[in-house]
């Protein structure tokens, strides 16, 4: 680990004397002049104090100076010894004092001498008790467990509190009420010594030294959580050439440990760092900087990488859950890195939100483009679903599953056509004004540019009627993929209503192009007496016209079977019933001929199964429906 072994070094006087010079004035301006009677008396007094003071401090001191040959130098005074490391605190306090007053009153004095050594030898001991408390306690000083809880005042003391009320041990911490595991209870006690060692030092003119350690050791930690959490250090050239396999399982991993380094790792460190510097705010700002500003800005940047990479449509789903996790963690990235010194961390999420952002936007602009501009002349064999239907619907119910982050990133981002939609593409007017407006305005545009592309590609059929079968199934597909997925939220019941109307639109005119021949085969007046002449006639026209219509509609397919049963009926019941008043009115008048198996071929009873063969995707008849007729009964000829 990096900072182990670091040698402490000693402190020059003139350092020391730095620190307390300021103090000079201010003592002088304060201090009475010779002239007053009472000077001598309390000079003496004061200087009598004082040197007390450094008396004491020289006693404990030194018995923990770290040159020394006692067993102290070889033992911790915060880890071994809590009660004399108070003792040892306030005696650094009592000597700071003493300085003061000596550099104002007597600088010449050999006490100050005495009290500058003194000093450097208290500050090489915290030195190196602050650096030992940070080593031996990174796992009680874990980010995740101080995250976890409060590191306010409830389990410390103040100064002021630690010379009334005494150490601040296990006893102060049951004080606090808490029920507290091992680990925690370590981790407050040595919480609480690093404060106090950081405002000793800080005090005294050594918050340099005490930050250098601690930047030193607490970036380590930081570095190592990161690495442990899978996340290196990105380069953009690196993301760029990767394959989407690779950059997707980083993706994934990034997904986790964002929000572990977020909730846990920097929010536990900022804790941490505005406890044992809760004295200065410029020092524990600087500090939480140093330690966590590099790793957070490259953990970021990653995302606004991925959103740099090259885009294409199935990759926006990855792009968005980056979008989602960033979103979400906003307000506590704001938080944790919040000073101006963290700004840099707060503007490459922000980028990295907006970057995301145009990604989306960029791929589903393609996506349109895509779909817009498919010159596939590949016919849906028997007027099927066309691969490009499933394949954009499957893409756009998926995009309404993300309505929620989708609904942020589209809603200053009008479709270019919206203002031209039906109000029946939406509920109302006021519906337009709802959160999820702008995702339902872009997903019900998306699907019209589909459904126009569809025109075009009905317009490739050579049969017209094939080419109206081909839309009714497709707009069937996109129907039922609306009202079976969250689309049907979004878009509602009036677009569906609207859509469905259109698809009865489009069965209606099947049934048209499809059946016409068949029904004008037939009289349309049935009261009327026809000639038996006529009526022969109208037989024969009627088997031609059955026949070429069910030859040609076997091989088509229909195949939502809702669907395929609905068509089956409406056209048997437009079929049917009048072709078995024909045949009944004027059977006898033609029961006389030679040939009556050729003339009457299909029986009234048979039509409805010769129309449930239709729509299943095989042709049943041959080329040649004579090779057949010879096995015909009265009932039909066509075999099943």
């Known amino acids: ?69 006692s067993i102290t130098k070889f033992t911790s005074l915060f880890l071994d010894n809590r009660k004399e490391s108070k003792e040892f605190l306030k005696g650094v306090k009592d000597l700071r004092r003493a300085m003061h007053f000596l550099v104002s009153e007597h600088s010449t004095s050999d006490k100050l001498v005495l009290a500058q050594t003194l000093m450097q030898i208290a500050m090489k001991r915290l030195e190196h008790e602050f650096y030992r408390i940070l080593s031996k306690n990174r796992d009680a000083l874990d980010p995740e467990s101080i995250s ?80 442990q959490l899978g996340i290196e250090q990105f380069k953009a050239s690196h993301i760029h050439k990767m394959n989407w396999e690779g950059l997707e399982h980083m993706i994934k991993n990034w997904l986790t440990a964002v929000k572990i380094a977020v909730k846990s790792l920097f929010l536990g460190e900022k804790a941490l760092c505005d406890h044992v510097f809760s004295a200065s705010i410029t020092i524990r700002e600087s500090c939480f900087c140093e330690v966590t500003k590099e790793e957070a800005v490259n953990l970021f940047k990653f995302a606004e990488l991925v ?41 490459q999420a922000l980028s990295s939100l907006h970057k995301l952002g145009d990604s989306v936007r960029a791929i589903l602009s393609d996506f349109e483009s895509t779909v817009h501009k498919d010159s596939s002349k590949t016919l849906a064999a028997g007027g099927g679903i066309h691969p490009l239907t499933r394949s954009a619907m499957s893409y756009i119910s998926s995009l309404g599953e993300y309505s929620g982050i989708l609904s942020e990133i589209v809603s200053d981002y009008p479709p270019p056509c919206s203002s031209t939609f039906p109000e029946s593409y939406f509920g109302s007017p006021a519906s337009h004004e709802s959160p999820g407006s702008a995702v339902s305005l872009h997903l019900a545009w998306l699907i019209l540019v589909l459904l126009c592309k569809l025109d075009s590609k009905a317009e490739l059929y050579k049969d017209v009627a094939l080419a109206y079968l081909f839309l009714t199934n497709n707009l069937q597909f996109i129907i039922e993929k609306v009202r079976t997925s969250h689309l049907r939220d979004l878009l509602g019941d009036d677009w569906l209503s609207a859509h469905t109307k259109k698809l009865q639109q489009y069965a209606l005119k099947y049934e048209t192009m499809a059946w016409n021949k068949v029904f004008s085969s037939l009289p349309e007046n049935s009261s009327l007496e026809l000639p038996p002449e006529v009526a022969k006639e109208c037989l024969q026209r009627f088997n031609a016209a059955f026949e070429e219509s069910y030859m040609r509609q076997t091989s088509w397919i229909v195949p939502d079977g809702k669907l395929r049963d609905e068509l089956k009926i409406s056209i048997a019941k437009k079929l049917v019933p009048a072709y078995r008043v024909f045949c009944e009115k004027y059977a006898a008048m033609v029961s006389g001929e030679r040939n009556l198996e ?25 080329s040649s429906s004579s090779s057949s007729s010879s096995s015909c009964s009265s009932k039909g000829c066509i075999p099943h």
């Open 1 to 69: 680990m990096r900072g182990k072994g670091m040698s402490i070094h000693f402190f020059s006087s003139s350092k020391t004397l730095s620190s307390l010079s300021s103090f000079s004035s201010f003592h002088g301006s304060h201090t009475r002049t010779d002239s007053s009677p009472t000077h001598s008396h309390s000079h003496t007094f004061s200087e009598s104090m004082m040197e007390e003071n450094i008396q004491n401090a020289e006693s404990i001191i030194t018995k923990w100076d770290l040159n020394s040959s």
């Open 307 to 347: 959103a740099k990479h090259k885009k294409s449509p199935e990759r926006i789903f990855q792009v968005m859950e980056l979008r989602e996790a960033l979103t979400a963690l906003w307000p506590e990235i704001e938080s944790i890195f919040s000073s101006e010194s963290t700004s840099a961390v707060k503007l």
């Open 148 to 227: 976890g809880r409060s590191s306010d005042r409830s389990s410390y003391v103040d100064d002021e509190e630690e010379e009334e009320e005494g150490s601040e041990d296990e006893d102060e911490l049951k004080r606090a009420g808490e029920t507290i595991t091992e680990v925690e209870r370590v981790s407050q006690l040595a919480m609480g010594d690093l404060k106090a060692i950081a405002e000793c030092m800080i005090s005294s003119g050594y918050g340099k030294e005490c930050t250098k350690i601690y930047k030193l050791i607490r970036k380590s930690i930081v570095d190592e959580g990161l690495y």
């Open 598 to 622: 050729a003339l009457v071929r299909f029986g009234p009873d048979d039509l409805g199964n010769y129309l449930s063969d239709l729509f299943h995707g095989s042709a049943i008849l041959s």
